[in-house]
């Protein structure tokens, strides 16, 4: 494309559960920097801003969370941050943003990334991202990139790979929900799937056409805030009609023949978890790994620590500790996933002031 | 006896190192107060103090713990707190004490205790105290009180039982060095072993003939010190000259007939490491156990924790979790006994600062 038709969307609206103690309410995991020298914010946004340039890069985002936000991308105008009355999931968010970009460039063309993945190196996402966008305009497809497996991961849905289009570019036989350990182990030993990153490319007005397709009641909420001032009144509106789905829900699994899939030519995480740490941080000769304070094992492998302290670790294995100004975390790397649910517990049971 | 012969020792020279982090160089064990209102030391003196009087009460500290055991002991005169200038273990310790106990009589009783001791029933303890103290006065013996095993412990010493001599007191057979597992239980199932508690009753004079009989080198330098005016370098001298030995070693294991031991109708713990607490605080209905501040446990068991903060644990099992301001210790409670060994290790790589 001789001309730039670019666009960003970050889609920064989760809380980050999976990282308590650290990760909290008001400061979710795209928030902190515990991955690298800035945030995982920053680091998206300085991922996509040699593509689109800071004027066209937009961030979504909760109304709890814009302030922190703007000091964080100060470069991005402050009217290209959104934020979000209510959470409603991303189809509505990635709609929200559409109605903005369609303003600027009716031919926009949207690089929707969430906020706190790890992608690396940058030559290869901004590659993968030129093919994808390719792909987006010529053949008006939604695409979406897909990750190469490594493990039999259950806790990401899967893509099925259909006919090859061109590049690294494939046709969607089908989306797969997350699935349990024997059908992941399946998925992988086809090798026909690939993971859903939650990273898409499209034309913003394509993916509107879907939108009035599959979701008419969340088109026909867009539309009166698209036409309209856009004021808070105007938002809190859409905000309060649009219902709480994903777009892998609301669109892409409702599509045939229009979803793409890029086979992904760079490195993801989505570390979703403590223990997908474990293939960020250096560990020692035992596979202990620490951030903050100093770490003393003894007898000791496979710990993962988060301390401003002195961590003494005496014969243990595996486990994650979480050392924060108020509570400490401590579980197995096994457990990582169910923090969650650990959570949600503490919620339930009246520890708002720990969340 | 009709007149009050009894004085009180207290040996509080322990570094406590097996509960680190919470115990350190400057604030051993016995300075704590984890295990109670007070400290171990103000209670192993709330124990005496109604046999011996305030004024007839001695504690033999290191220096560097001299001005808090004042602190906490405001009741007893200054210069009844002896503090070592080194220590050299408890033979030299309980000779220092004697010194001062032959002046003000010289056929006075002493009832040796460790600092950090926890014994129960208070009235239990004082009547088996004065049957000691009849034994040692008519049969001039040095009795030790044994404590009913409950388990093949191998971090005590044992006490063979002898000949029945009247009440609960028997002649020593032997003493056995701690024993490995094996021997342990063999202790256990015969019922003709007590635990060597470490608490003793004699009179002093007769403490005296034991040293100048076995221990020639030290009572010929704790002659010139008793002779001498105690000065700083009197003390120094003596403490020069002095060898490191346990009463234990040094006399008790030398005596032939001469020793008798009690067995103790209290309950008795010298709650040597952290996972002693079990014994002593309340679980919750999972068997976990917190102090300081709240515990959030989910699918975790049996884990013992102190800290300020709120400790969540998700899945983990007989963990020992100890956070304090500068460092956090995670151990299983079946390495509670090594935590010394890892103390050792932090002291060899230069961690004073912690230590």
Chains 1, 2 share one sequence.
Not at 87 to 111: C, F, Q, R, S, V
């Amino acid at each position: 494309m001789s001309e730039n038709r670019l666009f960003g969307v970050i889609i920064a609206g989760g809380r980050g559960t999976r990282f308590w103690p650290l990760s909290r309410k008001a400061r979710p995991k795209h928030l902190l920097n515990f991955l690298g020298e800035t945030t995982l914010l920053r680091q998206t946004a300085e991922r996509v801003l040699p593509l689109t340039g800071a004027g066209r890069l937009f961030v979504v985002t909760a109304e709890s969370q814009a302030d922190e936000v703007g000091k964080i991308l100060t470069d991005i105008p402050p009217q290209n941050i959104l934020a979000e009355p209510a959470g409603k999931n991303t189809a509505p968010a990635i709609a929200l943003a559409a109605a903005h970009i369609i303003d600027e460039d009716p031919n926009g063309i949207m690089i929707v990334l969430p906020s706190d993945h790890i992608i690396e190196p940058r030559d290869k996402f901004m590659a993968d991202v030129e093919e994808a966008a390719r792909l987006a305009d010529t053949r008006r497809a939604l695409a979406i990139f897909g990750i190469r497996p490594t493990r039999p991961e259950t806790g990401y849905g899967y893509i099925e790979v259909g006919q090859k289009l061109d590049g690294h570019a494939f046709g969607v036989a089908s989306f797969k929900e997350k699935p349990n350990l024997k059908k992941a182990k399946d998925y992988l030993a086809t090798g026909r799937y690939l993971w859903n990153s939650g990273m898409f490319v499209f034309r913003a007005d394509v993916y509107m056409e879907k939108v009035r397709r599959h979701m008419p009641k969340l088109f026909t909420a867009w539309e009166r805030y698209a036409k309209g001032n856009r004021g808070a009144e105007d938002l809190n509106e859409y905000y309060a009609v649009a219902e709480a789905i994903s777009i892998d829900h609301g669109i892409m699994e409702k599509l045939e023949g229009e979803a793409a899939v890029i086979a992904a030519g760079f490195n993801w995480s989505d570390i979703g978890s403590w223990d997908a740490t474990d293939d960020l941080w250096a560990a020692d000769e035992k596979g202990n790994r620490a951030r903050g304070g100093d770490l003393f094992p003894m007898a000791a492998e496979g710990n993962t620590v988060v301390s401003k302290k002195l961590v003494a670790l005496l014969g243990v294995e595996n486990l994650i500790v979480v050392e924060t100004d108020d509570a400490i975390l401590i579980t197995k790397k096994e457990k990582a996933q169910e923090i969650k649910n650990l959570v949600q517990e503490m919620e339930r049971r009246g520890l708002h002031r720990y969340l």
